[in-house]
């Protein structure tokens, strides 16, 4: 099993719709979670934290589960340039080194008109 | 604004060839590392380095070496290239935020 899974997608959606991903991670010792995007041909770059109580960034919710093992992004209010790819990273060691950053595939959105 | 630049975007090199990725940061960060991306399998960790002349081995360190010498340079080495060594080069740097990874817009490396 993956150490953190995310459907590829793509996930096309309309301009103004929600859309959310999910990512589960193996490891229940896991730490600390982050959402990264990564635009077609760029470099990725950190999009959120995600907090045990959950973490709004204007139309963007990031939620942690811990129970069941999954994290999720929630997006509201769609818009094209959310188009992007977007990776589930998943740090597991407990002394919070670098390290052990673990990346998902990613989970591509196309936001079209 | 935190820069990385990468020595290449785009790099062909034949099978056997010494390969050398250059990675340099400007904001000196202590901390820097370089993965490897490929469809399907996300980024995976080669080599990380948290202060000059140290590094340490990430999850797929085999075929490759690294090198940092000053605190804002850190190279990759491929001893001697092969056709799965193919790939998207990615380098990041950190500073105490370790999860806030800045990375450089990426080597294309083709190994024929």
């Known amino acids: ?113 | 604004d935190v820069k990385v630049t990468q020595s290449s975007r785009y790099l062909v090199k034949r099978t056997g060839e010494k390969v050398f990725l250059e990675c340099v940061q400007d904001m000196d960060h202590e901390n820097m590392f370089w993965y490897r991306q490929d469809p399907g399998l996300g980024l995976r960790l080669i080599y990380f380095s948290y202060d000059v002349k140290m590094k340490e081995k990430g999850d797929i360190p085999e075929g490759y070496s690294v090198s940092r010498e000053k605190k804002e340079r850190f190279s990759l080495i491929l001893e001697s290239a092969s056709t799965n060594q193919t790939s998207m080069y990615l380098c990041a740097s950190t500073s105490g935020r370790f999860y806030e990874q800045y990375f450089g817009p990426g080597t294309r490396l083709t190994v024929t």
């Open chain 1, 1 to 113: 099993r993956k150490e953190v899974e995310q459907d590829p997608g793509p996930f096309n959606v309309p301009e103004g719709a929600t859309v959310a991903f999910n990512c589960t991670y193996s490891n229940s010792a896991s730490q600390s979670f982050f959402w990264y995007r990564q635009d077609c041909r760029k470099e990725p770059k950190l999009l959120m934290s995600v907090y045990s109580s959950g973490n709004e960034d204007g139309r963007f919710t990031a939620q942690l589960n811990r129970a069941s093992q999954y994290i999720s992004l929630l997006i509201r209010d769609s818009k094209l340039s959310d188009s992007a790819t977007y990776l589930c990273v998943v740090n597991s060691d407990p002394a919070g080194t670098a390290s052990k950053l673990t990346f998902g595939t990613g989970t591509r959105l196309q936001v079209t008109l």
